[in-house]
């Protein structure tokens, strides 16, 4: 009986350690937490956990992949874009007819300036503006001089109707031309036009002869040819036959 009470006597201070060393322990992390840097801390490791994560996950695909044609053949999307564009150009001239310069003989003038294309160099970029007022803008056609200043005769470089006839403060006279699918050409700087608005023309028909613009006096006589695809104008050397 007496060992009995003895060991009761011992377990007592064991249980009563146990439950202080709790207790010491809760108020411990009462303590950790009521720090005020010990949220904030908290939050921003469990935000870059998080980020590491999606980071991992976005980083197992392949944002290079290629896309695949019918005959499950790789295909690159620039090729395919390019490829596109060639097409389009060939299938936008209703008529069938390959389009020309607007002029008899392209090699005995000199294309003055050229149409402004984005993937041209810098050199040639910079040669492709005009100045307007005080500003500079890009060219949107292809200026043909005469090296000797003299004058020539402005052909349609596809048949057509004409849609326009008119004359611009700065631009001078100008006829334009449509040719079906949103194809348009345009000429401006003309003198001598021969042509009416609802005529029928065929190809290389005398439609005028090269002017002059207040635009691009310092040219003197000259023609500003473009070409204009849904209202939008575009390079006309991509529509010449090579």
Same mark, same amino acid.
């Given at each position: 009986m007496n060992e009995q009470n003895q060991n009761k006597k011992q377990e007592t201070p064991k249980n009563s350690l146990g439950g202080a060393s709790a207790a010491n322990s809760s108020s411990g992390l009462k303590k950790l937490f009521a720090k005020r840097w010990v949220s904030p801390a908290?939050?921003?490791?469990?935000?870059?956990?998080?980020?590491?994560?999606?980071?991992?996950?976005?980083? !197992?695909?392949? /944002?290079?992949?290629?896309?695949m044609g019918p005959d499950n053949s790789t295909e690159v999307t620039q090729g395919n874009e390019e490829a596109g564009k060639e097409e389009d150009v060939v299938d936008v001239i209703a008529s069938g007819e390959k389009m020309q310069w607007p002029v008899a003989d392209s090699a005995a003038l000199q294309k003055e300036t050229l149409y402004y294309d984005e993937e041209a160099s810098e050199a040639e970029k910079e040669a492709a503006l005009i100045q307007v007022g005080t500003t500079y803008t890009a060219h949107t056609g292809i200026d043909f001089v005469d090296p000797n200043g003299a004058t020539f005769d402005v052909m349609a470089?596809?048949?057509?109707?004409?849609?326009?006839? !008119?004359?611009? /403060?700065?631009?001078?006279?100008i006829v334009e031309i449509s040719h079906g699918n949103g194809l348009v050409t345009v000429y401006q700087?003309?003198?001598?036009?021969?042509?009416?608005?609802?005529?029928?023309v065929?190809?290389?028909?005398?439609?005028?002869?090269?002017?002059?613009?207040?635009?691009e006096r310092d040219q003197a006589v000259h023609l500003h040819f473009e070409?204009?695809?849904n209202g939008e104008a575009v390079n006309p050397a991509d529509y010449i036959t090579k």
């Amino acid at each position: 009986m007496n060992e009995q009470n003895q060991n009761k006597k011992q377990e007592t201070p064991k249980n009563s350690l146990g439950g202080a060393s709790a207790a010491n322990s809760s108020s411990g992390l009462k303590k950790l937490f009521a720090k005020r840097w010990v949220s904030p801390a908290i939050f921003m490791a469990a935000a870059a956990i998080i980020v590491t994560l999606m980071w991992i996950y976005q980083g !197992s695909g392949d /944002p290079d992949k290629a896309t695949m044609g019918p005959d499950n053949s790789t295909e690159v999307t620039q090729g395919n874009e390019e490829a596109g564009k060639e097409e389009d150009v060939v299938d936008v001239i209703a008529s069938g007819e390959k389009m020309q310069w607007p002029v008899a003989d392209s090699a005995a003038l000199q294309k003055e300036t050229l149409y402004y294309d984005e993937e041209a160099s810098e050199a040639e970029k910079e040669a492709a503006l005009i100045q307007v007022g005080t500003t500079y803008t890009a060219h949107t056609g292809i200026d043909f001089v005469d090296p000797n200043g003299a004058t020539f005769d402005v052909m349609a470089a596809l048949s057509g109707k004409v849609t326009l006839v !008119s004359q611009h /403060p700065t631009n001078g006279n100008i006829v334009e031309i449509s040719h079906g699918n949103g194809l348009v050409t345009v000429y401006q700087s003309l003198a001598d036009v021969q042509v009416e608005e609802g005529d029928e023309v065929e190809q290389n028909t005398v439609i005028a002869k090269a002017g002059r613009s207040d635009l691009e006096r310092d040219q003197a006589v000259h023609l500003h040819f473009e070409t204009r695809l849904n209202g939008e104008a575009v390079n006309p050397a991509d529509y010449i036959t090579k």
